[in-house]
């Protein structure tokens, strides 16, 4: 299982439709084409042998491989240091019209040398459709490769004094260059029988290059953030932008599937998807910095989604759908994929779409109201959705369902659920004031007053003197450090600080937090899994809200050390410190950005 690198090992670039993961050996080793959630071009970070790959690297066995961001971009550089002198492959996707979906995609590979003289060596071998599908290759006149697949084409164009040579359907190249020469190996997905793309040359590329760096710095510099730590707010934000499909403002959980919980485990889902509540804390996290365009077209892809209905479960809205809003995501297993390590078996699709997961409206709410322009951007129909959902709420928040994290246990009264419920009812009638809208505010104010009373009642534990996941049960979970996110409570009151201790001792392994104990909670799985990096950030902000900024602040620094070498982050962190499950995360990646912002504020406050 060598030949698969730590998941942690890669960058990702991408052009706001779909992305692709490079290690830091300069393998393309995961790429979806033409959506995030299409089928794959490249997989081999789920079967090295099946899964198809694209390699440019030094061909030096004694090469050096350092790999970076260039500052506040997607531009991604994996630089080969060799006895013979330092290569660089420059890797980005063009961002050009990103809200118009198209089926062509381009992967840019620049080869370039800035001391001595490099050899670089090229393997180009993708498998379609997750491997399931055969290709042809034809190398044309101009030394362009067409890779025909009977769902898609690719075509790889050389650039430079770079000859591609035929491996039976696959090509390979090799290539000598000196200081300040270049090469490039381009990549165009499209649809089967699409044209050929045009010409590229040398100055093209350098056109394409600072035209995908400007969109970047430009983008960036919308972020209000000025806080202590820029750095790593700024790739977060860069990366929840990048796994946001711009055609319809919707945001994916993470650009892979498959990647295991924990390594050779069950545990092993399809994220390429939009979750109602992620894509709800990812677009918060993004109003907090600045960005508004980002948020306003969430908005109204989730207003979309309460108009359409049409959802698998009957409710008003379900917990993902497609990134254009198709509700069906029938799960499948690719048996003949190994997966990761051997982590098997390799889902497609999602099941838990059909489940009941009842704080989604909470965070479909919260994001919505987060405009200060809402009555202009949704209108009176806008309103009239937005309140029959709450109406529809009022008389169907008192059920058992299967929670935020989506165990396959059997459906409880999960503690989080009710809280996110209660969080839908208190903002909807503070917004009905703000905005003078009609409301039935009386049936609102009954339901959110009768959710809190349930809640202090039933959710709280006075042996372990803590909020527990759900009625009648003991165990603790970490979702609950939203309750004075949200404004259940106050962050210092006796309850929360008892909460808080409890999930010290518990949940809490030097600064890393666990979702809860699988062991005293059984979700239907078999297998363990790692400390969870949303509820490590989470932690973050709740100890900052506490007052307790020595240990926030201890938490939160040793948080950024688990990143990977570009600044990224996965779902969770092993027992080893290595990485855990899809990459990047958009949920561990919005949890930096609001453990960092409230960090700063209690930080500032205590200073001045």
Request: glycine letters at 10%; one cysteine or more; charged letters at 25%.
């Amino acid at each position: 299982m060598r030949r698969y690198p730590p998941i942690a090992d890669h960058g990702l670039i991408g052009d706001l439709q779909t992305s692709a993961l490079v290690s830091s050996r300069g393998v393309v080793d995961w790429f979806c084409a033409p959506r995030f959630d299409s089928p794959s071009v490249f997989a081999s970070l789920l079967d090295h042998d099946r899964g198809g790959y694209f390699s440019i690297a030094a061909a030096s066995p004694e090469a050096r491989v350092r790999q970076l961001y260039l500052p506040d971009t997607a531009v991604l550089v994996t630089r080969f240091m060799t006895p013979d002198g330092v290569g660089e492959v420059i890797d980005f996707m063009p961002v050009d019209r990103p809200e118009t979906a198209t089926d062509r995609h381009r992967l840019l590979r620049v080869m370039r040398v800035v001391r001595g003289t490099v050899r670089f060596a090229l393997e180009c071998r993708p498998r379609f459709d997750y491997g399931r599908c055969d290709h042809r290759l034809h190398v044309s006149d101009d030394g362009t490769a067409r890779f025909g697949a009977s769902g898609a084409w690719a075509y790889l164009q050389p650039v430079g004094p770079l000859d591609l040579e035929r491996d039976e359907e696959d090509v390979r190249a090799a290539v000598t260059l000196k200081q300040g020469e270049m090469a490039a190996a381009v990549l165009t997905v499209c649809a089967a029988h699409g044209e050929p793309p045009e010409p590229v040359t040398v100055d093209g590329l350098r056109a394409e290059f600072d035209g995908v760096r400007e969109f970047w710095h430009g983008w960036i510099r919308q972020c209000r953030y000025r806080g202590r730590w820029q750095q790593a707010v700024n790739r977060s934000a860069i990366t929840l932008k990048l796994l946001t499909y711009a055609p319809t403002g919707a945001p994916v959980a993470a650009a892979t599937m498959g990647l295991p919980e924990q390594v050779g485990g069950e545990r092993n889902w399809d994220y390429r998807y939009t979750w109602v509540r992620d894509a709800s804390l990812s677009v918060n996290a993004l109003v907090d910095l600045g960005f508004t365009a980002e948020a306003d077209a969430f908005r109204r892809w989730l207003g979309g989604r309460l108009r359409a209905g049409g959802t698998v479960t009957g409710e008003p809205l379900q917990i993902m759908y497609r990134v254009d809003g198709d509700p069906h995501l029938a799960e499948e297993t690719l048996d003949h994929f190994e997966g990761y390590r051997g982590s098997a078996p390799v889902r497609l699709g999602n099941g838990a779409a059909d489940q009941l997961q009842l704080d989604i409206y909470g965070e479909a709410v919260h994001a919505l109201s987060r405009s200060q322009d809402i009555a202009q951007l949704a209108g009176w129909e806008g309103w009239r959705a937005f309140s029959g959902l709450l109406d529809w709420l009022a008389a169907h928040w008192d059920r058992a369902d299967e929670g935020i994290w989506e165990t396959r246990g059997g459906r409880q009264d999960f503690t989080y659920s009710r809280l996110m419920c209660w969080s839908a009812f208190d903002r909807g009638i503070r917004l009905a004031a703000e905005l003078a809208r009609p409301a039935d505010l009386e049936t609102w104010t009954t339901a959110r007053d009768t959710i809190m009373e349930q809640v202090m009642e039933r959710g709280w534990s006075e042996k372990r003197h803590a909020f527990v996941q759900h009625y009648g049960s003991e165990v603790l979970d970490a979702s609950l450090l939203l309750m004075p996110e949200v404004g259940f409570v106050a962050p210092k009151e006796p309850r929360w600080l008892s909460t808080l201790d409890a999930m010290d001792e518990e949940l809490v392994s030097d600064s890393l937090v666990y979702r809860y104990d699988p062991g005293a909670s059984p979700d239907g799985l078999r297998g363990g899994e790692g400390t969870f990096s949303l509820c490590s950030f989470l932690y973050v902000g709740a100890l900052a809200r506490a007052g307790r900024l020595g240990p926030a602040r201890y938490a939160f620094d040793k948080m950024l050390t688990y990143a990977n070498h570009v600044g990224l982050f996965a779902e969770e962190i092993g027992p080893t410190g290595e990485q855990l499950g899809n990459f990047p995360q958009a949920f561990t990646h919005l949890s930096l950005i609001t453990a960092a912002t409230a960090l700063d504020e209690e930080l500032d406050r205590s200073e001045s």
